[in-house]
């Protein structure tokens, strides 16, 4: 079950307003962070987690290396624990954390639980930089230093 809340395809009708893409670029450059998603051949649907199979025409699916940057595209406060397990509280105890989507270039959004110090800092279309792990992807926001560098 939360498998399926991390997954999103990224919506056709925004592949269908951005014509033909470039090749994507497999390696990353420099220590920007990079997830492993995965992109359809034949309908150019782009995933993250990666998949062998594309959720919308069942077609192979091409491992490729998504920039872990991106933009908060909406996202939500979690007031509640989420049931246990998946969910594991952290050593202090459960407190209500941020969890969003971050739009990222390639056409996708990940959903990630947002590393703010405070839940009034959040905004729509800030800047994140999205970091995989074990469980759901964590976002922080994305500090000048790292652009810079
Ligand atoms: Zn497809």
Same mark, same amino acid.
């Given at each position: 079950?939360?498998?399926?809340?991390?997954?999103?395809?990224?919506? #056709? !009708?925004?592949?269908?307003? /951005?014509? $033909?893409? =470039?090749?994507?670029?497999?390696?990353?450059?420099?220590?920007?962070? +990079?997830?492993?998603?995965?992109?359809?051949?034949?309908?150019?649907?782009?995933?993250?987690?990666?998949?062998?199979?594309? #959720? !919308?025409?069942?077609?192979? /699916?091409? $491992?490729? =290396?998504?920039?872990?940057?991106?933009?908060?595209?909406?996202?939500? +406060?979690?007031?509640?624990?989420?049931?246990?397990?998946?969910?594991?509280?952290?050593?202090?105890?459960?407190?209500?954390?941020a969890?969003?989507?971050?739009?990222?270039?390639?056409?996708?959004?990940?959903?990630?639980?947002l590393d703010v110090d405070d839940l009034d800092d959040v905004r729509?279309?800030?800047?994140?930089?999205?970091?995989?792990?074990?469980?759901?992807?964590?976002?922080?926001p994305?500090?000048?230093?790292?652009?810079?560098?």
């Open positions: 079950m939360a498998g399926a809340l991390i997954r999103m395809a990224t919506d #056709p !009708r925004s592949q269908a307003a /951005a014509g $033909p893409r =470039a090749a994507p670029v497999l390696k990353a450059t420099g220590h920007r962070p +990079v997830l492993q998603g995965a992109r359809c051949s034949g309908c150019s649907v782009t995933v993250y987690p990666a998949d062998d199979a594309c #959720p !919308r025409c069942g077609g192979p /699916a091409d $491992p490729v =290396a998504l920039q872990g940057t991106g933009t908060l595209w909406t996202w939500t +406060v979690q007031r509640y624990e989420p049931k246990s397990p998946p969910y594991e509280p952290p050593p202090g105890g459960f407190e209500p954390f969890l969003g989507y971050v739009e990222l270039a390639d056409d996708v959004r990940v959903a990630a639980v729509i279309g800030m800047a994140l930089s999205v970091t995989a792990g074990p469980g759901v992807p964590r976002a922080r994305t500090t000048l230093s790292e652009e810079g560098s």
